[in-house]
T-cell receptor, first 112, second 113 residues
Framework: EDQVTQSPEALRLQEGESSSLNCSYT??????LFWYRQDPGKGPEFLFT???AGEEKEKERLKATLTKKESFLHITAPKPEDSATYLC?????????????FGKGTKLSVKP | DVKVTQSSRYLVKRTGEKVFLECVQD?????MFWYRQDPGLGLRLIYF???????EKGDIPEGYSVSREKKERFSLILESASTNQTSMYLC????????????FGPGTRLTVL
């Protein structure tokens, strides 16, 4: 069964304290892995698409990496405005086109 | 930028009422989706559509129906609202490519009393 697991469930950092969020996946034929940011009471905002193992993408203080079994979202020198829930999702090769399997997210809090 | 809009940000309905949630996308996307999001359960797919007048059940379709009469508009219908349908409802659309990121609307917080 296709599955996505994110860890930790919650992460509290001090401003400037770098860390990583993990997304482990088990899917039959990965087409793509996606990272989203979700602020409280709002819809998820698309951040990155990763297509194959070894690929990396960066945006400001965020860097996403991908291996054959997991993805990491590295946050360098975070600021309070980076506080949000980060969702990981995968698109598998089999099954319905376009359907994504979402993890339950990591809630990140960055204290000043 | 892709824009997905939802008809209401907040909605309060009574048990047994028929509820319509509307979603519109402006990027000519092929695919549209309805999810609900609950604490501890994450995002769960209710219904999706790959084309006008086409619909397919997601993981939790019971108690819901959908309508897609035009490409840009996807409606979620609660035929007879119940308290366990109190949730955040999220609409998304995607272009319909081989690798297909979804773009989400702002969400509708529905409370059924």
């Amino acid at each position: 069964e296709d599955q996505v697991t994110q860890s930790p469930e919650a992460l509290r950092l001090q401003e400037g304290e770098s860390s990583s969020l993990n997304c482990s996946y088990t899917v039959s034929g990965l087409r793509g892995l996606f990272w989203y940011r979700q602020d409280p009471g709002k819809g998820p905002e698309f951040l990155f698409t990763l297509y194959s193992a070894g690929e990396e993408k960066e945006k400001e203080r965020l860097k996403a990496t991908l291996t054959k079994k997991e993805s990491f979202l590295h946050i360098t020198a975070p600021k309070p405005e980076d506080s949000a829930t980060y969702l990981c999702a995968v698109q598998a090769g089999g099954g319905s086109q376009g359907n994504l399997i979402f993890g339950k997210g990591t809630k990140l809090s960055v204290k000043p | 930028d892709v824009k997905v809009t939802q008809s209401s940000r907040y909605l309060v309905k009574r048990t047994g009422e028929k509820v319509f949630l509307e979603c519109v996308q402006d990027m000519d996307h092929e695919n549209m989706f309805w999810y609900r999001q609950d604490p501890g359960l994450g995002l769960r797919l209710i219904y999706f559509s790959y084309d006008v007048k086409m619909k397919e059940k997601g993981d939790i379709p019971e108690g819901y129906s959908v309508s897609r009469e035009k490409k840009e508009r996807f409606s979620l219908i609660l035929e007879s609202a119940s308290t366990n349908q109190t949730s955040m409802y999220l609409c998304a659309s995607s272009p319909g490519r081989e690798v297909d990121e979804q773009f989400f609307g702002p969400g509708t917080r529905l409370t059924v009393l």
